[in-house]
């Protein structure tokens, strides 16, 4: 499944990239991301019994909550200033590298036996 991810990543920055319409395709993904994160984090604090928020967990959620904020503006507002075209090109790294990060850790981690 990661895979996948890295692969949609990968060819929105080919197919934006060659289409002239990069930004606009970039601040999507990073919308779709961001907004399926906080989704899935409402769905498993919803199931757990017994809550405990931890600083990480709180972190991430406010980059999530500021990339949909920045996200949402950058498709509303049809001039796209510079800032906003780096920020969307940094969290679009962020995400890109934490999907590469997942995977190659995923592949060099294994576990002897469980404890």
Request: aromatic share 14%; proline share 1%; net charge positive.
């Amino acid at each position: 499944m990661l895979i996948v991810f890295i692969l949609i990543h990968v060819s929105t920055l080919i197919i934006g990239s060659a289409c002239n319409r990069l930004p606009y395709s970039v601040t999507l993904l990073n919308l779709v991301i961001a907004i399926t994160i906080i989704f899935y984090w409402t769905q498993k604090q919803m199931r757990i019994e017994q809550h405990s928020i931890e600083w990480r967990e709180i972190s991430v959620l406010l980059f999530e909550l500021f990339v949909i904020g920045s996200g949402v503006y950058s498709v509303i507002n049809k001039h796209w200033n510079n800032w906003f075209r780096a920020i969307q090109y940094i969290v679009f790294g962020i995400h890109l590298s934490a999907l590469v990060l997942l995977l190659l850790g995923m592949f060099l981690f294994k576990i002897k036996r469980l404890i």
